[in-house]
């Protein structure tokens, strides 16, 4: 499989299949991603979501599952059928579809491309577009000190009836 890199205005390297496969191009860059999760203590650019997608593909292949693994604003990347089908949420591309170990090779260069970039040039990448991770993954690095951000910790609460406010109480007010 061809893979080239094209850098963006923050100095991320982006995978590029080229015209071929115009809905991998998206879905790479949109569920996949070479920026850090929201939170995450990384400043440069990070191979979180393509190990995540490495590892998720392996562990669904291993034990005989099909469906999505990973999805962005408007992808969604899914195993099926011995295949990883990149599908647009929004109809912007027709879904298209590669072997795994071709979808496996993609990745691994990819991962190489970012490890050079974050060592060799480390461009900083602001909070402002990573992506939450999923719920319960834990994030490349240590959590992030919001303090040191200058940014205040705030703790919402949102309305809540009586037995709810009962449950909360009774935790002692703990998340």
Not at 66 to 90: I, K, M
Not at 139 to 165: F, K, N
């Amino acid at each position: 499989m061809d893979v080239t890199f094209v850098s963006a205005e923050d100095g991320a390297p982006y995978a590029r299949l080229g015209p071929a496969w115009v809905g991998f191009d998206e879905a790479l860059a949109d569920a996949v991603s070479p920026l850090p999760p929201r939170g995450s203590a990384e400043q440069s650019v990070s191979t979180h979501w393509i190990d995540r997608a490495l590892t998720q593909v392996r562990r669904m292949v291993a034990a005989g599952e099909t469906g999505p693994f990973q999805g962005g604003n408007a992808t969604t990347l899914s195993v099926v059928e011995g295949q990883v089908v990149a599908n647009s949420d929004y109809d912007m591309f027709d879904p298209e579809a590669m072997t795994i170990e071709a979808f496996e090779e993609v990745l691994r260069a990819w991962r190489d491309a970012v490890v050079r970039v974050r060592d060799e040039e480390s461009p900083p990448i602001p909070e402002t577009y990573r992506r939450n991770p999923y719920p319960g993954e834990e994030l490349s690095g240590p959590p992030a000190d919001w303090t040191a951000l200058g940014r205040d910790l705030v703790t919402l609460w949102r309305p809540t009836g009586p037995e709810e406010l009962a449950l909360v109480e009774a935790s002692g007010w703990r998340r």
